[in-house]
DNA sequence: AGATTATGGTTCTATTATAGAAACATGTGA
DNA sequence: TCACATGTTTCTATAATAGAACCATAATCT
């Protein structure tokens, strides 16, 4: 069905992250379980057309500058410095915290716009970041839009607790997801990361299907008290409206699934 | 030696490019030779990791959020932002044109940062934009420091024009790269796009290989009158001498091949 | 409306590329 | 000097792939 040799190659791809960044030849074969044989010819494959590089001296390889060539296509395809972001950039500005754009890609969310906050203290992810649905204020914005049987797959796939506050009891999940479909809103504190909150409200494509999501977050010290959550609300509604003016305008089109 | 499958696959993604940024299977099958079985089982493994999505209308494959990913990977490793960029910014401040670092990767040149012109007639590329080597200021700079090997290798490969201004002759480009090696810098007009000079000088990593370049570009009606080029070349010079302090400080380290 | 010709997707098996062990070359630290 | 790392290469049984043929479906032409 499909290439297992390509599959496998992905595979190891997925290994070079931000906490990994390097990796040896059978250090890595030893990782993931596999001959170092088929590493190598993985790695030097991967070199040849210049997605990996490796250290001349150390003989370890790194990701390649032709994922900045297609990482780039992918943001001008997006497009979304142009309308988009000045409008993040507003709400930024009005409620002095960071505003994120996390697009929907399978079961994850990926971070693919920041507006940040003019504060020194402010919350901080990079572009292309990707989180699991159930994890978070713009996740799960997201996750509570799916149709049913997705979030099924979701719950059903396992999940991991990345904080103490992580929900991870499907129950407890479906339960808080029901809520924030029906508020339209998502406020979480501490799901993400220990000392963080967020608000996220939904963007959807012109069938109506969840596409994305517009998040405000913070540090938690500085998380709105009840009564002040309502005109946060309102902020970060109005920015998505205008965003969701701009998707509909140009039928906005990035597929899931 | 290498993997033919995962060879094929890589081949397979270069097809997707800003001028054909979306293919169907048979339309790719039948603009690669290739059977569109083979295609099609590609680009399903890799529309599976998240490296190719399928609009589900139009059934057409395109690039994929993965990307992202890893070309942010790829950016926060070469962490220019933070210290490379201001100068870029206070050459492109001083000259009023744009100014652009560019990376040697293989036998291309990759843009890797960019600092934009006020004005609003400019030079402007994007990030991830791969030129090869015998083409134009910011790359016949690097192309002038390499090994004569290496440098055969380039002409020896077959040399297309970009315009009619482009140098493919292997001994006019050579005698070029020699002149350019002993002045330091290299100036062209109309080589890489029909209305554009540019100046560049090299940079090097710690054991004088050469491994970057700077340049200055912008419209070529506002290119500098002989008597004036020796200041753009002075200012351009300080920046890059900058930029080669913090290389060296930090033993900077992107290998090439 | 029916025929034609596109398309994406699936199935099958001969062929071929790959997996994985083993060996090699080189460097390093004990 | 020996032992044990490392990346790289070679070999062949085996398993994955290539590629033709086919299916289902939608659009286009007659």
């Given at each position: 069905?499909?290439?297992k040799t390509?599959?496998n190659s992905l595979e190891?791809?997925?290994y070079?992250n931000?906490?990994n960044?390097?990796?040896?030849?059978?250090?890595?074969?030893?990782e993931?379980?596999?001959?170092?044989?088929?590493?190598?010819?993985?790695?030097?494959?991967?070199?040849?057309?210049?997605f990996l590089?490796?250290?001349?001296?150390?003989?370890?390889?790194e990701?390649?500058?032709?994922f900045?060539?297609y990482?780039q296509?992918?943001?001008?395809?997006l497009?979304?410095?142009?309308f988009v972001?000045?409008?993040?950039k507003?709400?930024?500005?009005?409620?002095?915290?960071?505003?994120?754009?996390?697009?929907?890609?399978?079961?994850d969310?990926?971070?693919?716009?920041i507006?940040e906050?003019?504060?020194?203290?402010?919350?901080?992810?990079?572009?292309g970041?990707?989180?699991?649905?159930?994890?978070?204020?713009s996740?799960?914005?997201?996750?509570?839009?799916?149709?049913a049987?997705?979030?099924?797959e979701?719950t059903?796939?396992?999940?991991?607790?990345l904080t103490?506050?992580?929900?991870?009891?499907?129950?407890?999940?479906?339960?808080?997801l029901?809520?924030?479909?029906?508020?339209?809103w998502?406020?979480?504190?501490?799901?993400?990361?220990h000392?963080?909150?967020?608000?996220?409200?939904?963007l959807?494509n012109?069938k109506r299907?969840?596409?994305?999501?517009l998040?405000?977050?913070?540090?938690?010290?500085?998380?709105p008290?009840?009564?002040r959550?309502?005109?946060?609300i309102?902020?970060?509604q109005?920015?998505?409206?205008?965003?969701q003016?701009y998707?509909?305008?140009?039928?906005?089109k990035?597929?899931?699934?």
């Open positions: 069905m499909t290439l390509l599959d190891v791809l997925k070079f931000k906490e960044p390097t990796w040896g030849v059978r250090e890595l074969a030893k993931m379980n596999i001959s170092h044989s088929i590493i190598y010819r993985i790695l030097t494959t991967f070199e040849q057309h210049g590089i490796q250290n001349p001296e150390t003989k370890k390889y990701l390649g500058l032709r900045l060539e990482g296509m992918v943001r001008d395809k497009n979304l410095s142009d972001l000045p409008i993040m507003n709400v930024a500005d009005t409620v002095k915290e960071s505003v994120f754009l996390t697009w929907l890609d399978g079961t969310g990926v971070t693919v716009e507006a906050s003019s504060q020194t203290i402010k919350f901080s992810v990079s572009i970041t990707r989180t699991p649905l159930y994890i978070g204020a996740c799960k914005t997201m996750m509570a839009f799916l149709p049987e997705r979030k099924k979701i059903d796939h396992g999940m991991k607790k103490p506050d992580t929900i991870t009891d499907p129950d407890a999940l479906l339960a808080d029901e809520k924030i479909q029906q508020q339209g998502c406020f979480t504190t501490g799901e993400y990361a000392s963080v909150f967020g608000l996220g409200v939904p959807f012109n299907e969840v596409i994305a999501s998040t405000i977050a913070g540090p938690i010290y500085r998380k008290t009840e009564d959550l309502p005109e946060m309102n902020v970060l109005y920015g998505a409206m205008n965003i003016r998707f509909d305008q140009y039928s906005f990035l597929y899931h699934e």
